[in-house]
Structure formats: structure tokens, C-alpha cells
């Protein structure tokens, strides 16, 4: 690494604060590569062009395949691009001892982050057998989910059965996933009933054992998530486990994220609707400890989740303590919400957020440059971050940012 270079890059950027305005981020953002409320990456940029959100992150689950045409889209909107990833991995520790992590349902499972990643994106082996061998078990689960789906159908004489490979053809972009089958089901009901509203209700109330359909048949989402909840989720009759070669180590993935240039980032649970925390993060001062010591310089939010004031409390707590901070929607639900980030209830982000979303947007950026240029970027290929260096990204990535906007 030329250190002099790495230097130059941030001669004469000391000030953080020159009143520049801060621009919209939604930095964790699903695209059909995974599964997404977005018909397409199109569909995607579009809306958040139009909704003045200009700087935008791609976090698909397992896959960076969309990354090519997420930097294209982004290119002729004016949008400046992120690249992340999401995974799913597990801590056998917190496992045996019961503690619940940012999974509410399952101790020890652990989501996690990688912010800033090669563009175009490259990973060296063994981490690319990884990833791919991650993909391959979420891909065999879900295709044993649709044979004993399909059981329940014949059983109960419904009429039809699902083709799974059709869905993967139709549906995905290679990756599918728990939330692409019970689209699919619903789909293929509604095309059965030929979109009559009592037929629909009655075979999907056939299906529930006896429970009826709770939501409106116009409301797919509604329908979509009540097919998971009765047929997919545990106890129901479609279930199937994840294999455990689906859940890597948290170290393990943490070592992928960084050999293809990102950084190691963990996405907050927080508050659900009453308050409560899991067992990891109700300690704040705690959680921001044993973060820093399992080597996360970084942590996101999904804003729509959190009570405003309790959203403040963490994020501004973390930023102060030198992590990385960003928030973004996800949309990976089947509901259509807007790209402009706001707290629980629509309610907006205050300017505290804004400020601290954009800079932690602006360390990403400054981040993903660097890393392309093979300079140290504000975590090193060991996941070594310098916290008292990240102004000086901040500032580098303001202007990379200005540059695009």
C-alpha cells in the first residue's frame, strides 16, 4: 500500500462541517436479486430518484449480482451507489447460552452487514466456495419447502401443484428465497380462482386448516405473509429447516466481507413496537462494548422499525462512540413503502439522523473509492478500524458524493 498516496487523499480535508446540505441516503435497500417490493433495480432507482433520495445502498441477501446494473442505473440517475450484502449467520456461543441477538426467534442467529464492497465485485477462494456454497443451502431449503408444499396441496386436493424451477425462472434472478414461494402460491390461487374473492378465501381457508384469511385478497402482501406464517414458518405444514452449512460462523462471514473489500457491519434490531430490546442490545453501553470487541466499527438501523426517540438514543450514542452509523428500509417484503427513510409510523427523521446517516453514507463512499485503488479504507483487510480517523472519510466522501449529485 503507497501510505503517501493513501495520505493525499486526505490533505487539506480537516474540517467536517462546511455547510454543505445533507442529501437523502437509504443505505440498505433489497433489489429482486434477493427478493424485493421493487419489480426491478429500474423500478427501484426510479423511486428514489423521485423521492430526492441521492445517495442509495444495494444489500441483497447472499449475492452481489446486481451490483453492475445498480452502478449503471445510479450513473444515469445521479445517484451516488453503495454496495453491500447481507448474510445470516450464526454465534454457537450465544447459541448455548441462549441469547438472543438481532433474530428475536432464534439465540445465537446473528444478521450481518457488509458495507462498501469491490465494485465491480471480486472475492478470492476459499471465501467465494463460501458464498456460493451459502447460496446453494438457502436455494436447496426452499426447493425442499416447495416438495412438501406441494404435498399439502395433493392432500388436500387443491387442484394444482407448484413448478420449481419455473419460479426460480420467473420469479428470481437465481437466488430464491422463503418469501419468493408464498408469492408464487398466491399467484398461482389467484390464477386458479380466476381472481374471484370467496374462491380465493376458500382455498386458502382449506390450506389454514379451517383459519380464515385475514387479509383483503387485494392486499398481496397481507396474503403473502399470511402463507408464510401458516405454511412456511416453524409449525407450519411446508416447513423445513435451514441446513446448517446455511449459517457460517460470524467470524467467517465477517472474513468474506472483508476480502471482497467491505466493511463488517451490524444491523440493529432495537425497539420493537413495545419498547423491548433483545438480550444483546438492552444494554446500550454493553452492546457498543462487545461490538467493538467482536470487531464491528459499524452498525445499521432499519429506521420504520424504531420509535423516533428511542432511535436517536442508540444511533447518537454509537456515532459519538466512533462506529459508523446508517439506516436504510430494506423492502424486502412484498409491501411498497417509501424509499425516503423515515422512524415507526412515517414519522420523519429528525435532522440529528439525517446528519449522522449522511456522514456514516459518506464513510461507505470514501471506504469503497479507496479499497478500489488497493488503499487502506476505514477498515483494513484485518477489520482494524482507526475511529479517530473517520472525519477525514467523512470529508473525502462528502466530495465524492458532490461530485455525482
Known sequence: MNTELENNFFRDRSSNDRGEAVANVNAHLHTPYSFSAFRDIDDALD??????VKVVGIN??????????????CSRRRLYPLFGIEFIALNEDDQKTGLRVNDPANPGRTYISGKGLHQPFRLNEPFDSQLQAVREASNRQVKAMCSKLNEVLEQKKIGFALDFDQIVRELTKGLIRERHLAKALRMKVYEYCQNDAIKIQSVFELLFDGKPLKSSVDDWAGVENEIRSNLLKAGGAAFVPEETTAFLPVQSVCNIILAGGGIPTYPFLADDAKGNYTDFENDLERVSRQ????????????????DLHLLEKYAEYLYDQGFVVTFGSEHNTPAME????STRNGIPLSEKLKKINYEGACVIAAHQHLVKQGLRGFVDENGF????????FVNLGKELIDRVL
Not at 417509501?338 to 427513510?341: D, G
Not at 478500524?385 to 477525514?392: I, L
Open 47 to 52: 423511486r428514489a430518484a423521485a423521492e430526492n
Open 385 to 392: 478500524a482507526d475511529r479517530s480517523k473517520r472525519y477525514e
Open 291 to 306: 461490538l467493538t470487541e467482536r470487531g464491528f466499527h459499524s452498525v445499521e438501523f432499519i429506521s420504520t422499525r424504531n
Open 338 to 341: 417509501p424509499i425516503l427513510l
Open 60 to 73: 441483497d441477501f447472499y449475492t452481489t449480482a446486481g451490483y453492475d446494473e445498480w452502478n449503471d442505473g
